[in-house]
C-alpha cells in the first residue's frame, strides 16, 4: 500500500507549517544534478529572495566511502566476534582522533537465541560544554544472518553489512572528520548503536521485538540523567544503490518538524530523488527508542511502502552496491540541519 502525497500539496503544506527556516519552497520542476558532488547550495537558484540561504558544507563522499570500506575489512561485525571487537576499537579510536569524547556503554544483553553479548554502544560528544545539541546516531552491528537472501541455502551464511550498518557509521566519521575542521554553533552528538540487528528471523510475539537492543537499553539506562538535544536523526541503510528515504509514519507522528526541517533541506539542495515527500509506514528501528526516550527523532532508511533496500540482509549487501552519491546527499543535508542551528 503506498500513500504518495501530491508534491504540490505537499509543498503548501510544508510552507504553511514549516519552521522558521523556510519561507516558502516551491515545488522544483527543475530537479539539479546530485551526481557531480558539488555542493548544491553554491548553486543559482531561479528563487533566491523567496527562501533563505543553507550554509555551506563540507561533505567528502569519497572518505566516506573509504569509511564504509574500512569497516567492511574488518569483516561482518558480529556481537562476540574478533571483527565487531576489533572495529569498535577502530571507531573509538576514529572518533577521538576526530576531538570527540568518547564513552562505551558496555552491559551484557541477551538475544532472542539464548546467548548473551557485550553490549557496546558507542557514544562521542563534540563540544559537550555547549547547551544545545543534536543527536545523530546509526548501528554498527552487522546481522549474523542473510536470511533474506534470493537464494534459501545462504540464509544462515554471514555477509558484509555495507549498507546495513556500514554505511550510516561511515556518514558519521566523514561529518565528525568535517566538524573537526569548522565547529557549527551547536554541540553534536554521535551514538553508534550495538546489536540492532540480532533480531529474531522467525519474528517475534507479545509486541516485544528482539531487534534495537542496543537502543532499548540506553533508553531504559541513559548515561547522561536529563539528556535533552533539540532533536535526533538516525541513518540506517543510507548508502545503497537507488537509495529512496520516505517519510515515515514513526519520524512523523513524534518529531514532524525534524521531517520537515530535513526534507526541505533535501529539496532546496536538490536531492529530491533521494529525499521523496512520500509517506511510508512504521517500522522497527533505534529512532522508535530514542522517541520513547523523550527525544524527537526521525529515521532516514532506505525504506518505502514497496520495502527496504533491495539487498538488504542478503549476501549482495556488500560494497559493489554502495553508491557514493546516496552518502553524499545523506551527509550534505545532516550537515547542513546542523550547521543552519543557532
Ligand atoms: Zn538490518
Known amino acids: ?18 519552521s522558521s527556516l523556510f519561507a516558502c519552497i516551491r515545488p522544483n520542476s527543475n530537479t539539479k544534478d546530485a551526481n557531480t558532488g558539488a555542493n548544491p547550495a553554491e548553486s543559482e537558484h531561479s528563487y533566491t529572495d523567496a527562501v533563505p540561504a543553507l550554509p555551506a558544507v563540507e561533505f567528502n563522499a569519497d572518505s566516506a566511502y573509504a569509511f564504509v570500506k574500512a569497516q567492511v575489512d574488518f569483516g561482518p561485525r558480529i556481537p562476540s566476534t574478533a571483527a565487531h571487537a576489533a572495529c569498535a ?25 539464548g546467548k548473551t553479548h557485550q553490549l557496546k554502544n558507542i557514544i562521542a560528544a563534540i563540544a559537550p560544554e555547549k547547551a544545545k ?5 546509526a548501528h554498527w552491528d552487522t546481522r549474523p544472518f542473510s536470511d533474506q537472501d534470493p537464494d534459501h541455502n545462504n540464509h544462515e551464511k554471514t555477509f558484509d553489512g555495507a549498507n546495513d550498518g556500514g554505511s550510516g557509521v561511515a556518514v558519521i566519521l566523514e561529518m565528525a572528520r568535517q566538524i573537526q575542521l569548522k565547529q557549527p554553533e551547536v554541540g553534536v552528538d554521535f551514538i553508534l548503536w550495538d546489536i540492532e540487528d540480532y533480531g529474531n528471523p522467525n519474528g517475534d510475539g507479545n509486541g516485544k521485538t528482539s531487534y534495537c537492543l542496543g537502543s532499548q537499553y540506553w533508553a531504559k539506562n541513559m548515561p547522561v540523567k536529563g539528556y535533552k ?15 529512496q528515504f520516505t517519510m515515515e509514519e514513526y519520524s512523523r507522528q513524534f518529531a514532524p518538524q525534524v521531517v520537515d526541517k530535513v526534507w526541505g533541506i533535501a529539496e532546496q ?3 529530491n ?17 530514542m522517541n520513547k526516550a523523550g527525544i524527537p527523532t526521525i529515521d532516514i532508511i532506505h525504506f518505502s511502502d514497496a520495502g527496504f533496500y533491495s539487498n538488504w540482509h542478503t549476501q549482495f ?3 559493489a552496491h554502495i553508491d557514493k552519491n546516496a552518502l553524499n546527499a545523506v551527509g550534505r543535508v545532516v550537515m547542513t540541519a546542523i550547521y543552519n542551528e543557532k
Open 273 to 289: 530523488r533521494f529525499f521523496l515527500p512520500v509517506n511510508s509506514s512504521a517500522i522497527m528501528d533505534d529512532h522508535y527508542w
Open 133 to 137: 545539541r543534536i543527536l545523530i546516531s
Open 89 to 113: 576499537n577502530y571507531l573509538q579510536q576514529k572518533l577521538k582522533s576526530y576531538g570527540a569524547s568518547v564513552f562505551v556503554q558496555t552491559a551484557p544483553i541477551k538475544t532472542y537465541d
Open 1 to 18: 500500500m503506498k500513500n504518495r502525497l501530491n508534491p504540490f500539496k505537499y509543498a503548501y503544506v510544508a510552507c504553511f507549517i514549516a
Open 317 to 319: 549487501d556488500n560494497l
Open 229 to 243: 538535544p533539540l532533536y535526533a536523526i538516525n541513518l540506517d541503510m543510507v548508502g545503497g544503490e537507488n537509495a
Open 269 to 271: 539542495l536538490g536531492y
